[in-house]
């Protein structure tokens, strides 16, 4: 009998006529070929999740593994610490009434919150004693994003082309510790460090720059370097192996995923999730995660507004849709707000709730939640004739069990 | 005319069941007078001295059960006992609540529940023998026949859990407008707890021995289009765990909400069978679906299961569509088609 093939990743185009391959809650693995088995490749279930922990507030904001080795994390207005055993301890509060994404970062001494506002806090990592960024320069005005390069944190600063930084190995400011975003005239959006440089993401360009140990200012522009890309959504932007990944916009328009790596910009979105996305109501509010399990490393970018999820595998290079259903049966965007990994585990944070999941390969529920898979086959056509469809074989693993599941 | 919930809203037999747990698995059966479209619920509640406990699974024969409310924890339950040595007297432990149901779907006389928590939970290197389990379970019985229940996602979840001073009150605030609710609440204070007049008591006050004190009460109130607030005060010092939740029916002759109709499998069907994976088809070129057709995923160890669909018509141009929610390590690589060409 005749094979459909299941190579690639979701792909429904703007009209369905060309292609309907939803692919939800299923990433793709290729075979090697030398292996030489029939089929070259399979579609295993995305990660289920395991509540590890329960924060009084929801949702939870931000995640971060400190250079000490402990996972930090803000749930509605409070910091915690939470330990080996997945305790959370509070440590201190910061703006209330707030619900978007939070940034840490931390120099090895001190971890430092920020929360878009013009406030920011720090945490001393070996006493995890809590206080206010206290600046008696007020040079400090608040971020969207900390990073941390050569000793530095780093700060955008919401509203202008500037990002500024502290001194070096302390959370101190010195008034002339700052710099324009300046090949281009748009406004600094955010900022993340790869492979040791530092890269400025404005609304529509893009620059590098990187430590050239200047007295005055340790931080220059990367001369001759300049990408013509900026981002659309400011907490869409995530790193992972010296490359950053993103939400795109430029002079010329918006909406596309975009991968920067070696002064280099490559679209990693495709048609069906271009056209995908210009149909949601919002995009600014996209979140970027980055996380690896069997291998895969994933960019998880997630639409509150649209209440969508896509999940890119920077390995294969395919997309997937993800999904929660609740107890209804609707879909959602799935329940990952942030992503860290610490203790062994990647671990995510509820959008909604104060809960941190754990996030298994081996298990195949959301939290007690089934988890829905789908894929659509290609077309079937025959020279615009007929065909009589006899008979379909899924190729499908049967007869499973569920495994025991560490904690 | 009175809600249709109020109406048939009654209480079958129920008990409370305790664990001390070593292993991090127990299961009981109970008895309970169930019929058809029954709603059964289940509330956990679990202490321990150090390690919050994770539920891994909650599972009975013949049910589904699915989490209703998000767990509440709190770290701060006071431990006036201690295990017997002295040692843990006046320190505080950890306890979590939530919150299950089951839609019964035939009549039933009885079922064994079984559940297991994570392996940190049983390994407490504090004192392993020091953590308790406690099952509450309740049935709404006299649902009306035929209608599913759907849980309402828009109602909220309301989680309290806070140190409560002697007569200090915790408040759960539910705001609902749906016509015809039926709100839940799990309770479980450190001591004995006042509930304001009208809820009914489904089950609880059983108290749980070494371990951190848990006593969990399952209570319920039937409600058309109001908003009701519970302030259970606490007689100790310690924390008070509540959990409330909402479930929301049909009324009489009204259609229920959960049908996918040609678009996909049913959802309700998709959430309640989990061992089964949809077939549909699109000759429509992808625009609209077939009915779903369901097999089985085989069972335990029915390796040599083929997936196969039989019969399935022609089309000039047709898009195969697989859907499973089963929680089950699967893979899929594709398919096979017999196909033969017609003439025009």
Known sequence: MPRLQLTGGAYQARNVIASAQRCLNLYVETMPQAVGEPSPA?????????????????????????????LYAVGGSTLYAISLAWLPVALGSITPGLTSPVSMSDNGNTLVLVDGTSNGWQVTLATNAFAPVSDPTGSFRGADRVDYLDTYLLFNVPGTPQFQTTQSLAVTFDSLYFANKESHSDLLVTLAV???????????????????????FPFESMPSVFVDHGTCAKYSVAATDN????????????????????????????????TELAGYPVISDAIGMTYQYNGHVFYHLTFPAADKTWLYDITTGQWSELAWLDAGGAEHRHRANCAASCYGRVVVGDWQSGAIYRLDPNVYTDDGQPIRRQRAFPHLVNDGKRLFYRQFIADMDAGTVAPAVAG | MPSPIAAAFGLAPARVGSHSLTDGVASDSFGVNADADDVLLVGLAVSALRSLPVLQSLTCPGLSFARLAAPAQATNMP?????????????????????????????MTGAAVTYSLDAAFSSDPFNPNSQNAMLVWGCVSGCQAGDPWDVDPALPVTIASQVAAPGTAATVSFATAAPDT??????????????PAGWTSVVGGAMAGAAPQVTPSLYALAAAGLVAGLTASDGYVGAGLYIGAALVGTPDGGSDDEGGGGSGPSQSTATLQPDLVWLEWSDDRGHTWSNPVSISLGGVGGYITSLQWRRLGYARDRVFRLTWSAALPTALQGAWIDVKPGSS
């Open chain 2, 182 to 195: 039926l709100l839940l609440l799990l309770a479980c204070p450190s001591g004995p707890g006042t509930l």
């Open chain 1, 194 to 216: 790869a492979k040791r440089e530092i890269w400025l993401i404005g609304e529509t360009t893009t620059e590098v720059w990187y430590n050239s140990g200047a007295a005055d």
């Open chain 1, 42 to 70: 399979a579609l295993y279930p995305t990660a289920g999740l395991v509540r590890v922990a329960y924060l009084p507030q929801g949702p939870v904001r931000g995640l971060y593994r400190a250079t000490n080795d402990t």
């Open chain 2, 79 to 107: 431990y006036p006992g201690g295990a017997g040595d002295g040692s843990e007297a006046g320190t505080t432990g950890v306890a979590s609540l939530e919150l299950w149901w089951a839609r019964v779907p035939t009549a």
């Open chain 1, 243 to 274: 490359a950053i990944y993103l939400l795109a916009a430029d002079r010329q328009g918006q909406g596309i995923v975009m991968q920067c790596a070696g002064y280099q910009s490559t679209r990693i979105s495709n048609y069906a999730l271009e």
